[in-house]
T-cell receptor, first 115, second 110 residues
Framework: GENVEQHPSTLSVQEGDSAVIKCTYSDSASNYFPWYKQELGKRPQLIIDIRSNVGEKKDQRIAVTLNKTAKHFSLHITETQPEDSAVYFCAASKGSGGSNYKLTFGKGTLLTVNP | DVKVTQSSRYLVKRTGEKVFLECVQDMDHENMFWYRQDPGLGLRLIYFSYDVKMKEKGDIPEGYSVSREKKERFSLILESASTNQTSMYLC?????????FGSGTRLTVV
């Protein structure tokens, strides 16, 4: 089955700096890659996603890049703010039809933004 | 907005008890999932369902079963609770816009 590795497990940055979280996946058939943010005590929430026909996607201060050849994808957060502090999870799935919709998650990155 | 509701926020059960965790979604989604979340291990898939009465094992199904009799409700069952099943359990429902998670049930087995 699919295996998703996520690095680093913890990341501490100063407010205003950029943060990058990287994930690799094992199944070349995976084609959907979402990122979730989980604040302390709350549910994971989708912040951005990318499909395999796209190399990069941006939404304000966050962006995701995908390299299908190397089977890795990354989350980039620019101009970090204290409210960006949370655990971030990457995930992968094959994206269509029955059991292919299941997501395999990375183990998470605890991001701390210091004011 | 999609609502995914888990019936209990906190549960304490005794070893050997049969435990039911309930999840309800209000958007007629076909796909529903149960994950457990443990520190340092991320979210691991226990079971999922892609239609009424259809279920499939995830990565860690041992000790669990599920039931999906109606489209909106997906139940996770711990047949005989054990202390190693103490965890946060998250239900999710899938739409074309992605997964929506419930608030989670923190289960403690004593």
């Amino acid at each position: 089955g699919e295996n998703v590795e996520q690095h680093p497990s913890t990341l501490s940055v100063q407010e205003g700096d950029s943060a990058v979280i990287k994930c690799t996946y094992s199944d070349s058939a995976s084609n959907y890659f979402p990122w979730y943010k989980q604040e302390l005590g709350k549910r994971p929430q989708l912040i951005i996603d990318i499909r395999s026909n796209v190399g990069e996607k941006k939404d304000q201060r966050i962006a995701v890049t995908l390299n299908k050849t190397a089977k890795h994808f990354s989350l980039h957060i620019t101009e970090t703010q204290p409210e960006d502090s949370a655990v971030y999870f990457c995930a992968a799935s094959k994206g269509s039809g029955g059991s292919n919709y299941k997501l395999t998650f990375g183990k998470g990155t605890l991001l701390t933004v210091n004011p | 907005d999609v609502k995914v509701t888990q019936s209990s926020r906190y549960l304490v059960k005794r070893t050997g008890e049969k435990v039911f965790l309930e999840c309800v979604q209000d958007m007629d989604h076909e796909n529903m999932f149960w994950y457990r979340q443990d520190p340092g291990l991320g979210l691991r898939l226990i079971y999922f369902s892609y239609d009424v009465k259809m279920k499939e094992k995830g990565d860690i199904p041992e000790g669990y079963s599920v039931s999906r009799e109606k489209k909106e409700r997906f139940s996770l069952i711990l047949e005989s609770a054990s202390t190693n099943q103490t965890s946060m359990y998250l239900c999710a429902s899938r739409s074309t816009y992605g997964y929506t998670f419930g608030s989670g049930t923190r289960l403690t087995v004593v």
